[in-house]
């Protein structure tokens, strides 16, 4: 038997080559979409590789300069958002789709402590961010410190912040920053992360279906 016959045999021979390629690239678009999108949907991501990931103790300052840590409220689940009062757009949009959500889960508020943490203290004293965040809730807590009491807050929850500047001289800037909602649960593990960019609605369903999801314990 000539060996040419059998090596030369295309195995697909069924399949043309460019059929083969339009199954597989809408496939492979399919996985590259996924990937991107899947990081910025809300999680019920493993309990134990989020404790490991991300979350951990604080000590900041409130409104009257009183010190509070992440113990400070017993019980209650902690709704916890990084930004900064001279945010333009994205911190007033989030916090405002906080206050709505809070808002609309009626009595199960009563059990979440919101807290806007700034990742600019060189500006937000304990005053200016305590009454920035009463604008968009009245329970929501604006804290503060000092720069490495921010720092050591923001790497517990992996918030990325820097300076922005538009002009080298100029003494404006804005802050470049991670945007994300933590939902810490009373045992201190995080039992939702949420999109920052969802709005009120269904920031409210992620809030209500984490706390149920989360077993207070006995
Ligand atoms: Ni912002």
């Not at 590259?32 to 999680?43: A, K, M, N, R, S």
């Not at 009257?64 to 916890?80: A, C, E, N, Y």
């Amino acid at each position: 038997m000539p060996r040419s016959d059998s090596r030369t045999k295309p195995v697909n021979r069924g399949i043309p080559a460019p059929s083969l390629l339009l199954v597989f690239i809408p496939i492979i678009l399919v996985i590259l979409g996924l990937c991107v999108t899947i990081p910025y949907l809300e999680t019920p991501l493993p309990p134990m590789a989020m404790e490991a990931a991300v979350g951990g103790p604080f000590e900041l300052r409130d409104g009257s300069g009183q010190v509070v840590t992440d113990r400070s409220w017993p019980g209650k689940f902690l709704l916890i958002y990084f930004g900064y009062t001279h945010c333009p757009s994205v911190c007033p949009t989030t916090l405002a789709n906080i206050g709505g959500a809070l808002d609309s889960i009626g009595k199960t508020a009563d059990r979440v402590q919101p807290l806007f943490i700034t990742i600019d203290p060189a500006r937000d004293t304990s005053k200016v961010v305590a009454e920035y965040a009463q604008m968009f809730w009245p329970r929501l807590v604006g804290l503060t410190g000092t720069s490495s009491q921010i720092a050591q807050a923001a790497k517990e929850y992996d918030i990325y912040y820097a300076p922005h500047r538009d002009s080298p001289t100029g003494s404006d800037y804005s802050m470049d920053h991670t945007s994300v909602v933590y939902l810490v649960a009373p045992d201190g593990r995080i039992a939702a992360t949420i999109d920052a960019s969802r709005k009120a609605p269904q920031m409210a369903a992620s809030i209500t279906s984490a706390m149920n999801a989360t077993r207070s314990p006995a």
